[in-house]
């Protein structure tokens, strides 16, 4: 950052200036918070590719149906079957279904079918279907139409609601299935994203900060520093979704939230811990700031940078639902990067020392820790680390060996949460009676007038209750198609292959298949591709802006490397645990997922230790002592602490997830938490440690660093170390604090003594009170 910038955030009267500012962000973008489940889209059809079938035929479907209607089954079932007393009550119950707000009726849009009635059916044999009652009598349907496009989405729960207790018959069981009832479901598990789950990650990080800094005051600041960055993040989301079109589901609020939680702790905890060690080498707290920027902002913007990079590179993906995903995760990234470089250090300069109480950082003392137990570690890895890496490789390639146990595919609706659900008892009940859902028909869009040569094709081919919706009177003959199996299913995958193979041979229908099921199998299709595409993509982003960074080849190479395999390991963990857990697989989306946020946040911590091993290894050489083996111990040991805390903050909060009741939130958040952990206690911490130790100084190939021991100069003198005596009890592999040199001054000489040496420094009487 530069010393402009750094001054306006850490000034004396500045900071309040930047105090005020996020006060006023804080007042205009908090009302639009509450309006961001306004702009969700629960229509999986918002998330196509432009180029599916099922996209065009729903732009043809356009002509004769509203977009907006959702179409609701009510399922009944009794034991032993429905009585006529039963069917009564259903006939009855019919006209005051229709006198709901928002269910379409014949009177509200004359195109659209009356709702149909169901006759008791007297006189013939148990076991023969009569129309919406299963063959053994025990099941019966009643469809209706709702539409809720101008209503507030929780409407529709509250039409759920009403229909339950308006259905209500004794000795039957009553369930909302179909478009309607699973939408309305849906909205409901994803109800604790708003709040539960912000809570829980609140929770999760305050705890963590208390461990972690063993105040009681001090995880205030940081916390409300994260929550501002939220607030912001989710209100220029919201403006980007209403001006901008910028669409945005659960998945993408979920994820939001939890990771400027992570993220923005990270960053957080990387900035204080180097505030601590400045406050103990300058007495006054504003320079001490500006000290702490300039050595820690240049890492978290590079990490900050590449996670946003990577994010960015979703936007080339064909789901909608994954292409929004980069812009809203990159919103939330930067949203936190500019509050915890400004608005953090503007808290923490206002606060003074005391908000580190019970242990305040002392002027004249060392807040940086060099020694425990990450010296200690690094000690061990120094004896033989070609052994070290080699072996840790090893086992993280042995952890690979469970992604034989992934099973990537499309989750049914049985599959897609961890309870049950009212509209998934009632798919259930409807396919144990082989009766299909009337709502999820196939729908065959085709041009007008040739509704009867596409039935006459399909009950040629076997499909005998394909019924032609449209009289061909209408701008496009639309035909419904029965099905039998839960539209997310493979078996109607099959299907919708198969009705789509003999409508195309139709000629002059010009015929297209959509529907539940045809929606689906387009959204695999279309995963499946951007997986393919994305995610080499992703990787070649990321691995340049690192060559940039770290000026060499090699040490990013071997950074991605490293990255990969963790990948690869904690998916192949994850596998194990899912199976274990009886998930019955994985969605599409979830290696894509999984593997972008891994690459992006696992490169984060190699980022901060990296950072640090060639400022230390430029310092040594720059006063021609150490080297990048000495530089990667050293880094080790000052960032371990720090780097591990942010790590488990990060996968604390993905690890959130697992409280919805959603299997593909649960899967993401347990596989990406996983991950963060292998990569900040072993990855970064061993691995890359080890790697460093064994290459030397080849590792920074083909940049000046690589070059022996060649004096370079120190393109910050402030931060160049001047090596003390060991003392004779301290190990050679642990390091005593390097004093900084004063950077080179500009001007009149300063004053010196007799003897040539700069006059003595007095410490103040209480510098705990800065």
Known sequence: MSERIVSAITGPVTKWVVLGFWLVMLVLMGPLTGKLGDVESHDNSDWLPANAESTQAIDELAKVQDPDDLTTTIVYHREGGLTKSDYTAIVLQIPEIASLDGVVTQESKPDQPVMPAIAYPTGEKKGQKHGLVSADG??????????????????????????????KIDGVDVYIGGAGGSTADQMEAGAGIGGALLYAAAGVVIVILLITYRSPVLWFLPLVSVLVALVVSMGVVYLCAMYAGLTLNQMNRAILDVLVFGAGTDYALLLIARYRE???????RHKAMAAALRGSAPAIIASAGTVTVGMLGLMVATMGSTASLGPVCAIGIVAGLVVMLTLLPALLVITGRWVFWPVKPAYGTSGEKTGGIWARLGGWIRKRPRAVWIGTAAVLLACCGGLSMLNITTLDSSETYTKDFPSLIGDRVLEEHDLGDPSNPIQVVSAPGTEKDVVKALTKAGYEGATPVTDGTHEVALT??????????????????????????????????????????????????????????????????????????????????????????????????????????????????????????????????????????????ASEHGDTRRASLVALSAT????????????????????????SFIEIGLAIALGVLLDTLVVRSILVTAINLDLGDVIWWPSRLARGRTKIRSPHPAVVRRPMTRPHHQPHHQFDHQLRQPPPMRGPRPPRDLRGHPPQQHRPRNPGQY
């Open 138 to 167: 025990e099941v019966a349907t009643v469809s209706l139409v709702v539409n809720y496009a101008d209503e507030d989405p929780t409407a529709l729960l509250e039409l759920r609601d009403d229909l339950v207790e308006m259905t």
């Open 640 to 663: 371990g602490g720090v780097i591990t805390s942010a790590g488990i903050v990060l996968a604390a909060t993905f690890a959130v997830l697992t409280t919805l009741p959603h299997v």
């Open 480 to 621: 419904a198609v029965p099905l039998a199996t839960d539209p997310m299913s493979k078996a109607s995958f099959d299907t919708v292959e198969d009705v789509r193979s003999v409508v195309h041979s139709v000629d002059g229908a010009d015929a297209l298949a959509t529907g539940t099921a045809a929606i689906q199998l387009d959204m695999a299709s279309a995963t499946d591709r951007d997986t393919k595409v994305v995610m080499p993509l992703v990787l070649g982003l990321v691995l340049i802006i690192l060559m940039i960074l770290l000026r060499s080849v090699l040490s990013p190479l071997l950074l991605m490397a490293t990255v990969v395999l963790s990948f690869g390991a904690a998916l192949g963990l994850s596998a194990i645990i899912f199976d274990a857990m009886g998930f019955a697989g994985q969605g599409r989306e979830f290696p894509l997922f999984v593997f972008v946020f891994l690459v992006a946040l696992g490169i984060d911590y190699n980022i901060f230790l990296m950072h640090r091993v060639r400022e230390e290894a430029i310092a040594g050489k």
């Open 278 to 284: 400045e406050l103990g080498r300058h007495e006054d």
